[in-house]
C-alpha cells in the first residue's frame, strides 16, 4: 500500500495510506494530529482523487480540506502533495479538475451552438446583481454576465441563516449591505474592487448527462483555464471551489428552475481576510445551528499570486469564453432593467425575503 507523509507547523507527521483502483485513489487512511473532523475532511477529499493528477492539484484539494483555524504548516498542502505524488509514481496529465481540458472541450462542445449573449461589467447594487440574475434566468437565452458591485455586501444563499452566517453588527457598522440570492450554496462577501463575479444562464440540456459536481466544474473549466494563462495556479475543486496551495480561489452556486440552469461564481481578486471575518461568522461560534452552513475555508485572493489590474483579468477571461464558444457583446435592455428593479422593490430589497431564514 502506498505511503505518504510531512510535517505540520510543530513537527509532527501526517500519514496518508491509501490505493490505486481504477485509477483513482481509493482505501485512503489519513492519521494526523487534527481534529477528527480535519482527519474526515482529507480522507473524503483525497478518496477518489484521479492517480495522475499533479501535485499543484493535489495540494489545493488539501488546503481545501483543512478548515479555518486549524493550525497547519503554510508549506503542508504542498509537501504532503508531493508525498502522494512521489507514493504513487507515474505520471500526471493537467487536468481542470477531475476532468481534462479535452474531455471538457468534449462535454462543453454543444455550448458553441447557443446564441450566447455576453454582457460585461455594469454596476449596480446588491440587490440590483441578484434581481438581474433572476430576470435573465427567467428569460433563458444562454448569457455570460459578468457583475460590478457598487457596495461592499454579504451575499446568502438561498436557505441560509441570518443569525448563523453574519454579524449584523458589525456590518450596520461597516456600511455593509446583506442580501439573500435566488441560489444556494454559503454566504459570500464581495466588494467593488476585492472582487470578480460572473453568472452563466444555459439550458438543462447543456449539462445533459453530469452529475450536479460534474456541472460546476463543466460551468466553470473555462475561468480555471483562463486564470492559468495569466500565470495562476488554480485547479477546480469539488464541489464547488477554484483553489490553491494557499486556498480558496473562488466559489460557485446553483439554481435549477424552468428547465434551465443559474450559475454563478465569485471571485477573489483583492479580498483581505481580516475584513471577511469580521462580517462572516467563519470560525466563530454560531448562536443558531440552523440552514445551509458556508464552509470555513481560508481564502488566497488572485493578488497574492498576479499583479493583473482587477479589469484585464476581467477582459481576458470574457475574451477567451467568447473563444471558446462565440457570443455577442450586448447590455441590458431597459425592459430588462426595469424588470430587476421592480424585484428588488418587492423582493430583494423586503426585510420578508433577505430574513426568511432568520
Not at 21 to 45: E, I, M, N, S, W
Not at 70 to 81: F, G, I, K, M, T
Not at 117 to 144: K, T, W
Not at 258 to 267: F, Q, S
Request: glycine content about 10%; charged content about 20%; aromatic content about 6%.
Amino acid at each position: 500500500m502506498p505511503h505518504a507523509e510531512a510535517a505540520v507547523a510543530d513537527g509532527r507527521i501526517v500519514t496518508v495510506d491509501f490505493d490505486v483502483l481504477h485509477g483513482r485513489l481509493a482505501v485512503v487512511r489519513v492519521v494526523g494530529p487534527f481534529a477528527d473532523t480535519a482527519q474526515a475532511g482529507l480522507t473524503q477529499t483525497l478518496s477518489s482523487c484521479p492517480a495522475d493528477l499533479e501535485a499543484t492539484a493535489l495540494a489545493a484539494r488539501i488546503r481545501a480540506a483543512i478548515p479555518f483555524g486549524v493550525d497547519v504548516s503554510a508549506v503542508l498542502p504542498r509537501s504532503l502533495a508531493d508525498a502522494i505524488r512521489r507514493a504513487i509514481g507515474g505520471g500526471t496529465s493537467p487536468r481542470v479538475g477531475n476532468f481534462t481540458p479535452g474531455e471538457v472541450d468534449a462535454l462543453t462542445a454543444g455550448w458553441k451552438a447557443y446564441r450566447w449573449r455576453i454582457l460585461p461589467e455594469r454596476p449596480f447594487s446588491a440587490a440590483m446583481n441578484v434581481a438581474v440574475d433572476e430576470v435573465l434566468s427567467d428569460r433563458g437565452q444562454p448569457c455570460l454576465r459578468f457583475w460590478k458591485w457598487t457596495e461592499s455586501a454579504v451575499i446568502l444563499g438561498r436557505c441560509q441563516s441570518v443569525q448563523s452566517e453574519v454579524n449584523r453588527d458589525a456590518m450596520r457598522d461597516g456600511g455593509v449591505s446583506l442580501v439573500r440570492r435566488l441560489t444556494g450554496g454559503g454566504a459570500m462577501f464581495v466588494q467593488s474592487h476585492g472582487t470578480i463575479t460572473y453568472s452563466l444562464v444555459l439550458p438543462e440540456e447543456a449539462v445533459a448527462g453530469l452529475t450536479i459536481r460534474q456541472s460546476y466544474e463543466a460551468c466553470d473549466a473555462w475561468v480555471v483555464r483562463g486564470l492559468r494563462d495569466l500565470g495562476v495556479d488554480a485547479h477546480y475543486v469539488p464541489v464547488n471551489d477554484i483553489a490553491c496551495a494557499e486556498g480558496k480561489i473562488g466559489g460557485a452556486a446553483q439554481a435549477r428552475r424552468r428547465g434551465g440552469v443559474l450559475h454563478h461564481t465569485t471571485i477573489a481578486y483583492d479580498l483581505k481576510a481580516d475584513e471577511m471575518t469580521q462580517f462572516l461568522r467563519i470560525g466563530h461560534e454560531k448562536p443558531n445551528a440552523s440552514g445551509v452552513a458556508s464552509a470555513a475555508k481560508v481564502v488566497s485572493p488572485l493578488t497574492a499570486q498576479i499583479g493583473h489590474p482587477r479589469e484585464t483579468i476581467v477582459g481576458h477571461v470574457l475574451r477567451l469564453f467568447q473563444g471558446f464558444y462565440g457570443g455577442t457583446i450586448s447590455a441590458l435592455s431597459p425592459a430588462e432593467v426595469s424588470e430587476a428593479e421592480e424585484l428588488v422593490h418587492t423582493k430583494y430589497g423586503q426585510p420578508g425575503w433577505t430574513n426568511e431564514f432568520a
